[in-house]
Each structure stands twice: as C-alpha cells, then as structure tokens.
C-alpha cells in the first residue's frame, strides 16, 4: 500500500523558513518523480515543485523561484521541502504527491497534508 | 504558461443526475489531462489521467474526453459521495497547472 506521510509544518513569522518532510513507502520511491502540491485556505490547487527520480531534475512555480528548493533522499524515502524568505501568501496545505509518468502523466497517490501558516 | 479554465465554476444538481464539467487549455496539451475530486478537509484523489483513463478503483460512471485543448468529465449519475470540488490539471509542459474547480453541489 502507498503511503506518503507529510511533516514539518507549523506557524513561522514572515521572513522564516521550514523544511517540509514526505515519508514514502508501499513502492519503489526512487523511480519516481515526485512533486509539492499546495492550498491556501479556500482556494484552489497550486503546483510548487517537481524532481526525478533521481534528484538530477527539478523544477519550480515562479511564485517560490530561488525561495523554495525540493530535494529528495532516497536512501530514506523522503521527500523535502526547503522554504525561504517565507511570505504570507505562502500559507497554505502543503501535499506531496507521486508522480506517474508510466502510461500517462498524473498524480496518483497524495499524502494528508501539512499546514503552514506564515503570521506575524 | 498553459492556463486552465473549468466551466461552470459552481454546479448544483441532484443524485442520479448526469453533469458535465469542462476543462479549456490555452493551448494544445495533448492528452495530458488529469481530473481529481477532492472533499473537503482531504487530500485531491485521482479520477481520470490520460484524458479518459479511469483510475483503478473509480467507479465507472465517471469518464473523460477530449485532446488539444478541450476535456470534459462527465459523472453520469450522480451519487450522494459525489458532491465535491472537481479540478482538472495539464501535466503537459512546467508549470504544471490545475484549473479553478468546480465546486458540485447538492440540489
């Protein structure tokens, strides 16, 4: 069974930073890309963050460009999430999520959720 | 970036009904398309990837169309578990991007 279990959030003040853990199990984490999905409160969906399966690719959304830095540790199964220079619009639910490219290219599997609120 | 724009933004309609949500590309994206449902509270769950495969699991009265720029989902009808926000994504080129949901609810 698939499992990605995300940690790490929590209220940090403008300006501060957070580092975003995904626990994966349940398949071979190291051929997959995987991504960072996030949802301010009442909106919509918002791409973050893709890289490979390797850690040799990734790519970023403009809004968290040279503030945010994905990487991954495959040894561990983990997924991360380096946030900088936090902003208010940066609060949000932040998923990961497997990345299929197998047959098509989607999101199959996505964790719970970590909430990060950035406040004063 | 491709945008994506879901129509209608708000749905009402009753169980057993058929509803259609559409998804427009701003530019060709092949069949890129995935749709996902999500309630609220809960993490988005994968219906439809490919632009019409079904995910394994997902009951059958949901299905996908379209290629290039024009998708739709179609639920054909409508159980009381299916009231929910529905978003459609381009996996096509970066940005990744999801459109603005539909939000379905009960009539």
């Known amino acids: 069974e698939v499992q990605l279990v995300e940690s790490g959030g929590g209220l940090v003040q403008p300006g501060g930073s957070l580092r975003l853990s995904c626990a994966a199990s349940?398949?071979?984490?190291?051929?997959?890309?995987m991504s960072w999905v996030r949802q301010a409160p009442g909106k919509g969906l918002e791409w973050v963050s893709t890289?490979?399966?390797?850690?040799?690719?990734?790519y970023y959304a403009d809004s968290v460009k040279g503030r945010f830095t994905i990487s991954r540790d495959n040894s561990k199964n983990t997924l991360y999430l380096q946030m900088n220079s936090l902003r208010a619009e940066d609060t949000a639910v932040y998923y990961c999520?497997?990345?299929?490219?197998?047959?098509?290219?989607?999101?199959?599997?996505w964790g719970q959720g970590t909430l990060v609120t950035v406040s004063s | 970036d491709i945008q994506l724009t879901q129509s209608p933004s708000f749905l009402s309609a009753s169980v057993g009904d058929r509803v259609t949500i559409t998804c427009r590309a701003s530019q060709g994206i092949s069949s890129y398309l995935a749709w996902y449902q999500q309630k609220p509270g809960k993490a988005p769950k994968l219906l439809i990837y490919?632009?019409?495969t079904l995910q394994s699991g997902v009951p059958s009265r949901f299905s996908g169309s379209g290629s290039g720029t024009e998708f739709t989902l179609t639920i054909s009808s409508l159980q009381p578990e299916d009231f929910a926000t529905y978003y459609c994504q381009q996996l096509n080129s970066y940005p990744i991007t999801f459109g603005q949901g539909t939000r379905l609810e009960i009539k």
């Open positions: 890289i490979s399966g390797t850690g040799g690719s990734t």
């Open positions: 490919a632009a019409s």
């Open positions: 349940g398949f071979t984490f190291n051929s997959y890309a």
């Open positions: 999520a497997k990345y299929n490219i197998g047959g098509g290219r989607y999101f199959d599997f």
